[in-house]
């Protein structure tokens, strides 16, 4: 007969009845060019590798949802796939993920079991919703999965292999819950049939433990976040290096120099033939009668004199002098 | 402030509006997506760092065509549904303004055809979140002769502009699209537009070049029939650049490339040692320490 407490009431591995494994969680970092967000998490010895593709534009017309997006999954285990932890994984996602903002879109998850060591549906549930909020999609919460099991009448949290399969003959919940509003997206219970209290009380147990590894893997996504925000903004306000910005201004200011003082620049050309820049009429009696209240009682000569200062006198010559008379009155 | 998805931002939705990135839950504002919260005034948004392109009009966005359609073209711009581009919304290789007819309904491929990539505007954003196009500039078109370079498109945060310009010792061109994907060229030589703007008598209407459509095309062209220079690698380093850009999660900005680049350059990194995991992490603390000496 095996041992699972000793006298100090610990488990084979050393931790409490009520106490999870230690949690590793890798967030974002490089990542294969179409995959959006991925994430890595390690609970004990257990590993997934989750990947997360989309939302994209759904592939087959026949799959597309009308007005929601739709989740799938592919759940790869050693060799071969596991389609019926897929199935639960896609269940449990679809409750927590807003996916009425990506109308027939697709999200896609695939999950690579690295290593099983015991409450494998948990972390692939995790691990997949860390994935997901990495790609940035809007999640009501921060999913958290845990399992709880009985073994030697006691509750255990977070079992690991050795444990599951003592479990297993009698009960085993694994549940994953939304811890804001409380809410249990997925409860699978494997083993015997229970009393119902033993339900209720193995139930509740397990909301309690998937509740604490929501909160660690909020954690988690809080600082990698923060780390994430805190490099793009820094890097945003990189002052100009000083080649880039000698060499463009001193382009702009060439150009400007030559559109502004080398009347015969094809720049100047095409500034005039934009039918802008020829002194209007009104421009010129303005201009005059500048002149006039500055300096009174000029002759026209004077007045004329003054004019060629202010315009260039080929631009004069063109203008209409008829017109212009008239509009002076005088 | 940085939240994970589901924390509490206010207690109250009484008063706040509701930004991007925050639901309503039991009369609380929560947000829902991993970032930082960002108020203005009393608008409540939470930016996520990573997240699939959101089509906002008049963004540059660098796509590739992936299906001609009945008077329309697909185009993946790495958003969450495909991009269309209208027939009614390029120009037509005449430069007319007229109604499409079938005609040019059934040469649509001469224009664009599948896998070319194209730079284009956001024209509109419909109620479902797909993206409608158009490329009713000289600037924008189909894009040939150089690479294209995938970021995060959180990365890019809108610039003064979007064609960045590197003379001098670099001579490349890049076009930053807002939905992270960004293409790197061979400048176009300012002697080729001198040259053709004499052709052609200068200026244009055009508000954006002196240069008029037939010439832009003619200057297209001889672009992309440029041959390859083996010996150079600077588009490469360009391009390797801002693949360091993206790897790391830094802002993609005319700035940053340009640092990076010459710190490879000064370090004497080649293009695909730029973007290994040593390489990479330095090349963009430097970056940081640029910043913190201002």
Same mark, same amino acid.
């Given at each position: 007969?095996?041992?699972?407490?000793?006298?100090?009431?610990?488990?084979?591995?050393?931790?409490?009845? #009520?106490?999870?494994?230690?949690?590793?969680?890798?967030?974002?970092?490089?990542?294969?060019?179409?995959?959006?967000?991925?994430?890595?998490?390690?609970?004990?010895?257990? *590993?997934?590798?989750?990947?997360?593709?989309?939302?994209?534009?759904?592939?087959?017309?026949?799959?597309?949802?009308?007005?929601?997006?739709?989740?799938?999954?592919?759940?790869?285990?050693?060799?071969?796939?596991?389609?019926?932890?897929?199935?639960?994984?896609?269940?449990?996602?679809?409750?927590?993920?807003?996916?009425? /903002?990506?109308?027939?879109?697709?999200?896609?998850?695939?999950?690579?079991?690295?290593?099983?060591?015991?409450?494998?549906?948990?972390?692939?549930?995790?691990?997949?919703?860390?994935?997901?909020?990495?790609?940035?999609?809007?999640?009501?919460?921060?999913?958290?999965?845990?399992? /709880?099991?009985?073994?030697?009448?006691?509750?255990?949290?977070?079992?690991?292999?050795?444990?599951?399969?003592?479990?297993?003959?009698?009960?085993?919940?694994?549940?994953?819950?939304?811890?804001?509003?409380?809410?249990?997206?997925?409860?699978?219970?494997?083993?015997?049939?229970?009393?119902?209290?033993?339900?209720?009380?193995?139930?509740?147990?397990?909301?309690?433990?998937?509740?604490?590894? /929501?909160?660690?893997?909020?954690?988690?996504?809080?600082?990698?976040?923060?780390?994430?925000?805190?490099?793009?903004?820094? !890097?945003?306000?990189?002052?100009?290096?000083?080649?880039?910005?000698?060499?463009?201004?001193?382009?702009?200011?060439?150009?400007?120099?030559?559109?502004?003082?080398?009347?015969?620049?094809?720049?100047?050309?095409?500034?005039?033939?934009?039918?802008?820049?020829?002194?209007?009429?009104?421009?010129?009696?303005?201009?005059?009668?500048?002149?006039?209240?500055?300096?009174?009682?000029?002759?026209?000569?004077?007045?004329?004199?003054?004019?060629?200062?202010?315009?260039?006198?080929?631009?004069?010559?063109?203008?209409?002098?008829?017109?212009?008379?008239?509009?002076?009155?005088? | 402030?940085?939240?994970?998805?589901?924390?509490?931002?206010?207690?109250?939705?009484?008063?706040?509006?509701?930004?991007?990135?925050?639901?309503?839950?039991?009369?609380?504002?929560?947000?829902?997506?991993?970032?930082?919260?960002?108020?203005?005034?009393?608008?409540? #948004?939470?930016?996520?760092?990573?997240?699939?392109?959101?089509?906002?009009?008049? &963004?540059?966005?660098?796509?590739?065509?992936?299906?001609?359609?009945?008077?329309?073209?697909?185009?993946?711009?790495?958003?969450?549904?495909?991009?269309?581009?209208?027939?009614?919304?390029?120009?037509?290789?005449? &430069?007319?303004?007229?109604?499409?007819?079938?005609?040019?309904?059934?040469?649509?491929?001469?224009?664009?055809?599948?896998?070319?990539?194209?730079?284009?505007?956001?024209?509109?954003?419909?109620?479902?979140?797909?993206?409608?196009?158009?490329?009713?500039?000289?600037?924008?078109?189909?894009?040939?002769?150089?690479?294209?370079?995938?970021?995060?498109?959180?990365?890019?945060?809108?610039?003064?502009?979007?064609?960045?310009?590197? &003379?001098?010792?670099?001579?490349?061109?890049?076009?930053?699209?807002?939905?992270?994907?960004?293409?790197?060229?061979?400048?176009?030589?300012?002697?080729?537009?001198?040259?053709?703007?004499?052709?052609?008598?200068?200026? *244009?209407?055009?508000?954006?070049?002196?240069? !008029?459509?037939?010439?832009?095309?003619?200057?297209?062209?001889?672009?992309?029939?440029?041959?390859?220079?083996?010996?150079?690698?600077?588009?490469?380093?360009?391009?390797?650049?801002?693949?360091?850009?993206?790897?790391?999660?830094?802002?993609?900005?005319?700035?940053?490339?340009?640092?990076?680049?010459?710190?490879?350059?000064?370090?004497?990194?080649?293009?695909?040692?730029?973007?290994?995991?040593?390489?990479?992490?330095?090349?963009?603390?430097?970056?940081?320490?640029?910043? #913190?000496?201002?």
């Amino acid at each position: 007969m095996d041992v699972w407490f000793d006298v100090s009431g610990l488990r084979k591995d050393g931790r409490k009845p #009520r106490e999870l494994r230690a949690m590793d969680v890798k967030l974002g970092g490089p990542k294969p060019p179409n995959v959006d967000g991925c994430a890595w998490l390690r609970m004990g010895l257990t *590993s997934v590798l989750a990947h997360c593709i989309g939302p994209s534009e759904t592939k087959r017309r026949s799959d597309e949802v009308q007005d929601a997006a739709r989740v799938s999954c592919t759940v790869v285990r050693g060799r071969r796939e596991d389609p019926e932890l897929a199935t639960t994984v896609v269940r449990t996602l679809e409750t927590a993920v807003l996916v009425d /903002a990506f109308p027939r879109a697709t999200i896609s998850v695939v999950l690579h079991v690295l290593a099983d060591e015991g409450s494998r549906l948990a972390c692939c549930l995790n691990a997949a919703s860390l994935a997901l909020v990495d790609a940035g999609i809007p999640m009501r919460d921060c999913l958290g999965a845990a399992a /709880a099991g009985l073994v030697a009448d006691e509750v255990f949290f977070d079992l690991t292999r050795d444990e599951e399969r003592r479990a297993s003959a009698k009960a085993r919940f694994t549940v994953a819950v939304l811890p804001r509003s409380r809410r249990v997206v997925s409860a699978h219970l494997d083993g015997a049939p229970l009393e119902t209290s033993t339900f209720e009380k193995l139930l509740s147990r397990a909301i309690d433990a998937a509740t604490l590894a /929501a909160n660690r893997l909020a954690q988690a996504t809080r600082d990698h976040v923060g780390e994430a925000i805190q490099m793009r903004d820094a !890097t945003a306000a990189t002052p100009p290096s000083r080649t880039n910005g000698r060499s463009t201004d001193t382009e702009e200011v060439v150009l400007l120099e030559k559109m502004i003082y080398d009347v015969k620049s094809a720049y100047f050309a095409s500034f005039l033939s934009s039918s802008k820049h020829l002194p209007t009429t009104d421009e010129v009696v303005e201009a005059l009668g500048d002149i006039k209240k500055k300096t009174p009682g000029l002759s026209p000569e004077d007045l004329a004199a003054a004019l060629r200062t202010k315009y260039p006198s080929w631009l004069l010559d063109d203008m209409n002098w008829t017109e212009l008379a008239e509009k002076m009155g005088d | 402030m940085n939240v994970a998805c589901g924390d509490l931002i206010t207690a109250s939705s009484e008063g706040w509006m509701r930004g991007h990135g925050t639901v309503v839950a039991n009369g609380e504002l929560v947000s829902c997506v991993a970032g930082k919260v960002e108020r203005v005034d009393k608008l409540m #948004r939470v930016r996520g760092v990573n997240g699939r392109y959101v089509g906002e009009v008049g &963004d540059l966005v660098v796509g590739r065509v992936l299906e001609v359609g009945p008077k329309a073209w697909r185009v993946e711009i790495g958003g969450c549904r495909r991009a269309t581009l209208a027939l009614s919304s390029v120009n037509l290789p005449d &430069d007319e303004q007229r109604i499409r007819t079938r005609e040019d309904a059934l040469s649509m491929r001469d224009l664009l055809d599948v896998g070319n990539v194209v730079c284009a505007e956001v024209q509109a954003v419909r109620q479902d979140g797909t993206v409608q196009l158009h490329t009713r500039s000289n600037r924008y078109g189909r894009l040939a002769n150089g690479h294209l370079v995938t970021v995060p498109a959180g990365l890019v945060r809108r610039l003064p502009s979007h064609f960045v310009r590197y &003379d001098d010792d670099l001579d490349v061109e890049v076009a930053v699209g807002n939905n992270g994907w960004i293409w790197v060229q061979r400048a176009i030589p300012m002697t080729w537009h001198e040259e053709l703007s004499a052709d052609t008598g200068g200026g *244009s209407s055009g508000a954006d070049a002196l240069l !008029t459509a037939e010439a832009w095309k003619t200057l297209r062209a001889r672009h992309a029939a440029r041959p390859l220079d083996r010996d150079d690698d600077r588009v490469d380093r360009v391009r390797a650049a801002i693949v360091v850009l993206g790897l790391r999660g830094a802002a993609v900005t005319a700035d940053t490339i340009e640092h990076v680049y010459r710190d490879a350059l000064a370090w004497g990194l080649t293009p695909p040692q730029m973007s290994t995991l040593k390489h990479s992490h330095r090349l963009v603390r430097a970056l940081l320490s640029k910043k #913190r000496k201002r």
